[in-house]
């Protein structure tokens, strides 16, 4: 049996129950659809450190999707009146349940590093000890113990700035000892909101917080102007939803990834290069710079997608290769003829727009 657990604690994701302060910006349908992908990144996470995953949900009359329980080694109901009755309950539940060491946390920080985690464990290697990981706002994201410390929950009041400083306070004053983890952000309000969407790393954990993000943006120009355009490159030719969100935001937004969105121009039949490809053809002059070492390579089909989707409907960029097109038309290697690159550019300039 493994001896370690995290107790996640959690809610059903029911629209106008779960991170009902982002409804500042967002609809409740959409908050509850950005917690829904905190829950399922959240979980992924967890399964990934190899201990168990002990789900508490709160109260609810909806059930919780079955694919977000499978994410978990069990599924339990929170019971106890107030969240410290209830985290006291599930430490006891667990602690019974012959697990050593325990380590309570949330669903609100998508990008938490793991390794914060990891070292909540590891501080918990000694008798009576006590890991604690404070958040930017006063509370905290996560507490760990290998032993029941009910002093730590007893008429405990939560959901203001001293809750972190007052649970160390009392944890100070047992005989416990004390692992204090680097501090961490939750997403609760709008604020931290924009702040997570400049967080997102395009290849880092959160696929689904990720991707929620990038419908988002679609909507709403105060994240387009907070994210870090890099998060929604594609990462796979089906990934239309952050190509959306990329031609949302617009040039010169996206100037800093022109050069991977090209990249996906390698195939026009792939999904992403479909939404991307009128709006790069679009962007005219200023992507010519990053047109010329395509056309420069030795990829003929490369060539023959950015010629046929992005030049032939351009005025501009057909005016500045014209050149090129006229070298292709007339002189074309033995390699650009088999590629019919020579048919495109006489196609383009006899005034072809594209497929």
Known sequence: MNTDALLVFAKVPVPGHVKTRLTALLSEEEAARLYAAFLQDALTQYQSLGVDVRLYLGPSSEKLDPALADLATSVHNQHGDGLGARMQHAFLESFMAGYERL???????????????????????????????????????????NDLFPELFRAMTYSHPDVFRQTLDRAMASQAGITVLPE?????????????????????????????????????????????????????????LQAHALV????PAVEPVLSALLEWMQDINWPVAQVLHPFLAGIGAPLAP????????????????????????????KRIFSTALHQLATAPTPQEKADELDLVAIEILNGSEGP
């Open 248 to 251: 949302a935001m617009g040039y």
């Open 290 to 317: 990053y047109l010329r070492p395509i056309l420069e390579s030795d990829d003929g089909m490369w060539k023959y997608w950015i010629l046929s989707y992005i030049l032939a409907p351009s005025p501009e960029l």
């Open 184 to 240: 961490w952000y939750d997403v609760d309000t709008p604020e931290t909101l924009l702040r997570l969407v400049r967080d997102l790393e395009p290849q880092g954990q959160a696929r689904q917080t990720r991707d929620v993000v990038a419908s988002l943006v679609v909507d709403y120009p105060s994240l387009q102007t907070a994210i870090n355009v890099a998060a929604l490159v594609p990462q796979h030719k089906h990934e239309t």
């Open 103 to 145: 380590v309570i946390i949330g669903t609100d920080h998508p990008t938490l590093p793991s390794v914060f985690i990891t070292q909540a464990f590891d501080a918990l290697v000694d008798p009576l000890s006590v890991s604690l990981g404070p958040s930017e706002d006063g509370g905290y994201y996560l507490l760990g113990m």
